[in-house]
């Protein structure tokens, strides 16, 4: 049936990717962190297998490579079963990769946009921060 128009695909890519992608560590990435820690465990030095989310994914860790710790099996269920020994790894990469260590370039450029948004708020309405007395 001739409709008497031709509709065109969408031809458009997804520039960002799905947050559910974003928790994920890409095949580059996987390569990175077991050339950085020598394929070694990194609790026990044993052979790395698995690359754990420091900030867990349901805590929103992206799967970047400041987000990534090579362990072996035995490990990775270890740190799971520990909140606190989680916690020195958390505070370990804090201070090696900075306190943003486990996000990636959409929520920096979120962040940065949403902080720049406040900032001409502030200045359009001539808002301090601080109080005037």
Known sequence: ?????????K???RKKR?????NEFS????????DYFNHECQMCYGPGETIHHVHLRAQSGRGVFTNGLLLC??????LH????ELKKWQNRF????????????????????????RKEKTEYYNLSPMRRT
């Not at 049936?1 to 695909?9: I, K, R, S």
């Not at 099996?73 to 270890?78: D, E, P, V």
């Not at 079963?81 to 606190?84: A, I, L, M, R, S």
């Open 18 to 22: 799905k947050r559910g992608d974003r």
């Open 81 to 84: 079963d520990n909140p606190k």
């Open 94 to 117: 804090r201070e090696w990769y900075g306190k943003s260590y486990f996000k990636d370039k959409q929520d920096l450029e979120r962040e940065a946009a949403d902080l720049i948004s």
């Open 11 to 13: 031809t458009k890519a």
């Open 1 to 9: 049936m001739d409709w008497g128009f031709n509709p065109v695909e």
């Open 27 to 34: 095949a580059k990435v996987r390569k990175e962190i077991k």
């Open 73 to 78: 099996h035995r490990c990775h269920q270890y």
